[in-house]
């Protein structure tokens, strides 16, 4: 069935530093990918999504890059900062409406 | 504009019991999405419904789980009997479907089963 698989899952980085989380989807039909931030306790939240005609996008310091034919996408966060600490989810859609989510991974931004 | 509504926010309830979680969405979406979180097992899909029609019930654990979404602005899910290893959150989620897949999260009911 559909997959998607998410590296790493924890990463810790110094304050300023720049982190990469990278994931593999298994479906090539997927067209849509979304990127939450969920900090401990609440819910997650879209920061970021992509669909499969850009290569890539960027918001302030958060950009996604998206490769069709490897089937892969990552999530760069330039300059962190300790409010970006928290799990990160990726996900693919597969079909119109439904996503597969990835594992998540924990970011540690150190100050 | 209010997002995704969920209640109770917490439940505490005994092994056996009936537990009913309730799920408003987002004015005007037409999908809705049942998640359960775990430490274990991440994020995972239960149901989901496309203009109030169960489209994908894969997800669903076992017979003890049920979903219903009677109107376009109230879903709910059943777990009956309730076991201690269904303690998670459970998480709902909306979108417009086909004019935009983003999914918007609910606060989620953390659900607690001694």
């Known amino acids: 069935g559909e997959n998607v698989e998410q590296h790493p899952s924890t990463l810790s980085v110094q304050e300023g530093d720049s982190a990469v989380i990278k994931c593999t989807y298994s479906?090539?039909?997927?067209?849509?990918f979304p990127w939450y931030k969920q900090e401990l306790g609440k819910r997650p939240q879209l920061i970021i999504d992509?669909?499969?005609?850009?290569g890539e996008k960027k918001d302030q310091r958060i950009a996604v890059t998206l490769n069709k034919t490897a089937k892969h996408f990552s999530l760069h966060i330039t300059e962190t900062q300790p409010e970006d600490s928290a799990v990160y989810f990726c996900?693919?859609?597969?079909?119109?409406?439904?996503?597969?989510f990835g594992t998540g991974t924990r970011l540690k931004v150190l100050a | 504009d209010a997002g995704v509504i969920q209640s109770p926010r917490h439940e505490v309830t005994e092994m056996g019991q009936e537990v009913t979680l309730r799920c408003k969405p987002i004015s005007g979406h037409n999908s809705l999405f049942w998640y359960r979180q775990t430490m274990m097992r991440g994020l995972e899909l239960l149901i989901y419904f496309n203009n109030n029609v169960p489209i994908d019930d894969s997800g669903m654990p076992e017979d003890r789980f049920s979903a219903k979404m009677p109107n376009a602005s109230f879903s709910t899910l059943k777990i009956q009997p309730s076991e201690p290893r269904d303690s998670a959150v459970y998480f709902c989620a909306s979108s417009s479907g086909n004019a935009s897949p983003t999914q918007y999260f609910g606060p989620g009911t953390r659900l607690l089963v001694l």
């Open positions: 996900a693919a859609n597969s079909g119109t409406y439904k996503y597969i």
């Open positions: 992509i669909r499969s005609n850009v």
């Open positions: 479906d090539s039909a997927s067209n849509y």
